[in-house]
């Protein structure tokens, strides 16, 4: 029996803020996209060309409510995961959409979206996420519960507002998912 590797890494930045939505039986997805960027110098031109490709992403469990509580628009992140594709039938023509389901997500530094000094975002390490969890097959639909529940409060994050050797690491609550 042949084997077989269906496996994705990405290294990019949000192209918008996550939308986080729950299923019947209340288990959170996030999906936002992410957008992939390669630079080349044109050997006929001599110009530097750049290319951007987005790629569909989607996280579950665990990973989907750290996605959904600290990622935003143009925050980098490490995306691990696979691809899926899904077809359906519209008014007699068949769409198809791929997506990276999302194993294993790291948040970066860099990218706007309010980060830094004052800005009010996440300012500590930041959070990993490696739930292999996903929904059961069959549960593909969105819940009506469209807000999200649970424990999505500031977790005990904390702005960087100072900086040098006066920092006190114990202050830091444990509780910070990562």
Not at 155 to 163: I, L, P
Request: some cysteine; overall charge negative.
């Amino acid at each position: 029996m042949a084997r077989s590797l269906n496996k994705v890494m990405l290294l990019g930045n949000l192209g918008g803020d996550p939308e986080t939505r729950f299923t019947n039986s209340g288990a959170p997805i996030a999906r936002f996209s992410l957008a992939t960027t390669r630079r080349w110098r044109d050997n006929r031109t001599e110009e530097w060309q750049e290319e951007t490709d987005w790629h569909n992403v989607v996280s579950f469990g665990r990973n989907a409510e750290i996605v959904g509580e600290y990622l935003q628009k143009g925050r980098q992140c490490f995306v691990e995961g696979e691809l899926r594709t899904s077809s359906w039938e519209r008014e007699g023509v068949k769409n198809y959409r791929t997506e990276v389901f999302a194993r294993n997500i790291i948040l970066l530094g860099g990218g706007g979206g309010g980060q830094g000094r004052g800005g009010g975002g996440y300012g500590g390490s930041p959070p990993r996420g490696g739930s292999d969890r996903s929904p059961r097959s069959g549960d593909d639909g969105f819940g009506s519960r469209s807000d999200r529940q649970g424990s999505s409060g500031n977790r005990g994050a904390r702005s960087s507002g100072a900086t040098g050797a006066d920092d006190n690491f114990d202050d830091l609550d444990d509780d910070i998912p990562f």
